[in-house]
């Protein structure tokens, strides 16, 4: 007979559905799904194991195991095959292992059940729930503990992708504030959202003060190389009308002016962002100082410009005197 009411098992049921559109930190999932699971049936202990991308098991998370004795417990997973299903898994020799896990670590567990945590056809768990005493799982245990764990593999898998997607935001957070390149992301309406370190050290302009600032407000050019800018190339219906429906990219090359003064030459490249529907999210600009550019091709136009000159006098010298000697009422006597 269940340890729990039919309503108490409702409730654990409804808590993880909850933590699947309340809770997606990995961690706080994971230990809910434990509690719940060895309050359902009785346990005194519990572990999930995730499988890794590299492949194998690991313990993620454990409850009434003491830190230091979770390794004692890896040779529960070491026969779990790779290929294993949702529908297919199947651990050997459970009951045995756990009996000389319980010897080396004098923890008295005798009973155990494991459950596969699937998505789609796809294992990307165990969970493990331990007994201190003899009564076995039912089948009607079993049965509970398997709906339970369709429902904990969703708030886990749910909890991981959250994981890898505030782990990527991360990482292109890192990238965009670290790019030698100044980086700017503005909305649909052309406020500022994102303005990187390098872009603060090109215009003068602050992050703090930048962001939430119309795009003309900061970049303000004080001569422009290019016919287009931002202002003229979307009232022309940039990106819409550009390539048959092709979102181009605009560039815009000049000297901007800085806030604390003076003016520097800047490159800035403008890429739309669409969403599936093609209706512009964001635009991505890049700015890049080309005052060394700059400063590079005045210096090869005043060195050709020397060079030029300096072959220039002497050739005419030689030209001239190849003239005169080629007159034909010219008389040359022995001497010359």
Do not use: C
């Not at 000389?100 to 056809?121: D, F, K, N, S, W």
């Not at 003309?216 to 001569?223: G, K, P």
């Not at 590079?296 to 005169?324: M, N, Q, W």
Request: aromatic share 8%.
């Amino acid at each position: 007979m269940l340890n729990v009411s039919w309503f108490r098992q409702r409730e654990y049921l409804l808590e993880i559905s909850r933590a699947l559109t309340e809770q997606l930190d990995l961690d706080v999932v994971l230990d809910k799904v434990l509690r719940a699971a060895m309050e359902l049936l009785g346990g005194q202990a519990a572990f999930i194991a995730l499988r890794q991308p590299g492949g194998g098991f690991v313990i993620q998370a454990a409850r009434g195991i003491p830190q230091p004795l979770l390794p004692y417990f890896n040779r529960l997973l070491a026969d779990i095959p790779e290929d294993a299903s949702p529908s297919s898994l199947r651990v050997p020799d459970l009951e045995v292992i756990l009996s000389e896990i319980a010897l080396q670590t004098g923890l008295p567990l005798v009973q155990v059940v494991a459950l596969p945590m699937g998505i789609r056809r796809n294992l990307i768990g165990v969970l493990f729930v331990f007994r201190a005493y003899g009564l076995p799982f039912t089948l009607s245990e079993r049965e509970i503990l398997a709906s339970f764990a369709d429902q904990a593999a969703i708030a886990v898998h749910n909890a991981q992708l959250y994981q890898q997607l505030a782990q990527e935001k991360r990482r292109l957070d890192a990238i965009l504030e670290y790019s030698a390149d100044g980086v700017m992301i503005l909305d649909p309406g052309q406020k500022i959202v994102v303005f990187n370190r390098a872009l603060a050290d090109i215009t003068g302009w602050s992050a703090a003060e930048a962001i939430g600032r119309h795009h003309d407000e900061v970049i303000v050019w004080a001569r422009r190389d290019t016919e287009m800018d931002l202002a003229r190339a979307t009232a022309g219906g940039w990106p819409l009308t550009h390539g048959r429906g092709s979102r181009t990219a605009l560039y815009v090359e000049g000297d901007l002016r800085r806030r604390t003064g003076g003016t520097i030459s800047v490159g800035i490249t403008y890429a739309p962002l669409p969403d599936r529907e093609g209706k512009l999210v964001n635009i991505i600009a890049n700015v890049r100082d080309i005052t060394r550019f700059r400063e590079a091709d005045r210096l090869k136009s005043t060195f050709v410009s020397i060079v030029s000159h300096e072959l220039k006098t002497p050739v005419a010298t030689i030209l001239g005197y190849a003239e005169t000697l080629a007159r034909a009422d010219a008389r040359w006597d022995a001497q010359t």
